[in-house]
């Protein structure tokens, strides 16, 4: 086997955290945001035993993308690393103003990821793209006031590391939600995760929502009858228009 097929098949961890209504800030303000949103991720990373340095990150102005080395243990990034963000953010934005909180939107996905002329290629990149941008996950965000971390992990994590309660990190499945994910050509399950919140908060944020019936088709639909009157005439229509028309005949 080549060492070029051994590339091909390298499945990383991956993952990509965006700042909510980023474009609603001025020129300033983003500087700011783009420099808190480095910080809190490297403090995070820190604090949880992780070296960012060694992640291969992607800046998108308000968002960033990052693969993180093979031997980079799972149930500490979906454990303590998510922890972690979400009391660094909480501690940034405490006592700001409305309009200067930061808001995350994070998620997390396995497998083959490649660096590219652009920046990464393979399915995992893409997969976190989609799960990153699902409506329900941006549901919940603005759903939740409170929180200023909502987290998306591929149903693949969930299955492997959740489900298994993180080997100590204290993962508790019931905190999850599963939703299924369809943005363009990609469509696939993913578990939504907010800090502190559970399943039961987070079921009816995330349900898809019920469509709206056209009025013409809610309206009860007329009922044909026929009619006959004692003098041998038949009505045909609906049940208001036969009764008109009985009475406008015996007039």
């Not at 060492?3 to 499945?11: A, D, G, K, L, P």
């Not at 309009?99 to 990149?125: E, F, K, N, W």
């Not at 578990?191 to 309206?219: F, Q, S, Y």
Request: hydrophobic share 40%; net charge negative; charged share 25%.
């Amino acid at each position: 086997m080549t060492s070029q097929s051994q590339e091909i098949i390298t499945r990383h961890l991956c993952m990509a955290a965006d700042v909510e209504q980023y474009s609603r800030l001025d020129t300033p303000s983003q500087e700011i945001f783009q420099n808190d949103l480095v910080r809190v991720l490297e403090e995070a990373a820190v604090l949880s035993g992780l070296d960012r340095t060694t992640w291969s990150r992607q800046p998108q102005g308000d968002q960033e993308f990052a693969v993180l080395p093979l031997d980079t243990p799972e149930p500490e990034v979906l454990g303590g690393f998510v922890r972690n963000l979400a009391i660094r953010l909480g501690e940034r934005n405490a006592n700001l103003a409305e309009h200067q909180r930061m808001r995350l939107r994070l998620a997390i996905d396995y497998g083959v990821a490649r660096t590219a002329a652009l920046g990464h290629s393979g399915p995992a990149p893409v997969a976190v793209a989609r799960y990153l941008n699902a409506d329900q996950l941006k549901r919940v965000l603005i759903a939740i006031d409170s929180t200023d971390l909502a987290v998306i992990v591929s149903d693949r994590l969930y299955q492997d590391v959740v489900r298994l309660r993180g080997e100590g990190q204290g993962l508790d499945p019931a905190r999850y939600v599963r939703v299924h994910v369809q943005q363009k050509e990609f469509g696939g399950y993913g578990w939504i995760h907010v800090p502190e919140h559970g399943r039961d908060e987070l079921g009816p944020l995330v349900a898809d929502p019920e469509p709206e019936v056209p009025t013409a088709l809610a309206a009860p639909a007329a009922t044909n009858v026929v009619k006959r009157n004692k003098g041998g005439v038949f009505h045909f229509g609906s049940g208001d228009a036969a009764e008109t028309m009985h009475k406008n005949y015996h007039r």
